[in-house]
């Protein structure tokens, strides 16, 4: 794991998980190799369920296609999106499957700092993208959500906890 990759994982655990109760039904959309979902669960965390169009995820499929793939509309308390807005428009379907008062807790590159990640990864400093950074947005102009808390991390890269009406 990458130096500066391993110490975000360790902050966004910190910033992110404390806020999660124990009973909240989860749904992490790009669990990738599945790290949040490993800590998650050894942590007491019991109704997590890790999405990606890859496995190993408990669902493969893609996000957008969230009907089909069995999720139903308001059913999650917690949807966690690390490092995948910048890859696909998520917001609407975020927004669809979170129960009221439900959380999204993302992040996602600054979209003009983003040729910086680019030489972090080339020097070997943070993980490598695995497809494009086609969808770069600024999460304050994300619209679906009225209720965001967010942050900007390292002048790299911004957090976000959204809050569904």
């Not at 996602?108 to 700092?113: D, E």
């Not at 943070?126 to 009225?146: A, E």
């Amino acid at each position: 794991m990458p130096l500066l990759s391993e110490i975000a994982r360790r902050k966004k655990i910190t910033y992110f998980f404390s806020g999660i109760h124990k009973s909240h039904k989860i749904l992490e959309i790009g669990c990738g190799g599945g790290w949040a979902g490993q800590y998650l669960i050894s942590h007491g965390w019991s109704d997590y369920v890790g999405l990606d169009i890859k496995p190993p995820a408990d669902i493969v499929g893609d996000i957008l296609n969230w009907r089909k793939l069995g999720i139903k509309e308001s059913s999650y308390d917690i949807v966690i999106a690390f490092e995948v807005a910048e890859h696909v428009d998520i917001f609407g379907a975020c927004n669809a499957i979170l129960k009221p008062g439900g959380k999204l807790m993302i992040t996602t590159p600054l979209p003009y700092m983003d040729w910086a990640l680019r030489m972090l990864e080339l020097w070997g400093l943070n993980q490598k993208r695995t497809t494009p950074h086609s969808n770069l947005v600024y999460l304050k102009d994300v619209s679906c959500f009225r209720n965001k808390n967010i942050k900007i991390v390292g002048f790299l890269s911004q957090w976000g906890i959204f809050t569904k009406d």
